[in-house]
């Protein structure tokens, strides 16, 4: 009986730890690593990867490096004349989405919710103002 009682307990041991360690073992998965480097926007970043994999691989002539540096400027022109062109379509989508939450709360959760927004719009203006 005693034997029974002890493998029980060190079966039921082994299925916590294992759950402690699948948590953990997920937490760690699901963690986003830190970018060593701060500087520079994602864009920026991605851009460099860009032209670092094209000309690699590629092995582009000097020329064609510059061109295609060319190609990216006037493409990112493109976009954000696009991205302000339909600015005000995605400010009333965020505001009727901002009014659409709001009439499902109450006050008390309201002034939560406001408090929220105004975190957000700090960070995005903090994390724009940082060349992210």
């Known amino acids: 009986m005693k034997a029974s ?3 029980a307990f060190y079966l039921f041991l082994t299925f916590v730890s294992g759950t402690a360690v699948g948590a953990f073992g997920l937490w760690l998965y699901n963690t986003q ?7 520079g926007s994602r864009s920026e970043m991605y851009r460099k990867q860009y032209l ?6 590629l092995k ?4 064609q490096l510059q061109k ?9 022109q493109l976009y954000r004349e ?3 062109k339909h600015k005000p379509e995605y400010q009333a989508i965020q505001q009727h989405q901002t009014q659409q939450v709001e009439s499902i709360l109450d006050p008390a959760q309201r002034e939560e919710y406001h408090k929220i927004l105004k975190e957000r ?3 995005r203006r903090r994390d724009s103002s940082h060349g992210r």
């Open 60 to 63: 582009l002539a000097p020329e």
């Open 82 to 84: 696009l991205n302000e």
């Open 33 to 39: 690593s830190v970018s060593a480097s701060k500087s």
């Open 68 to 76: 295609l540096t060319a190609i990216l400027d006037a493409t990112q």
């Open 5 to 7: 009682r002890s493998a």
């Open 52 to 57: 670092s994999e094209m000309n690699t691989r």
């Open 121 to 123: 719009e700090e960070r």
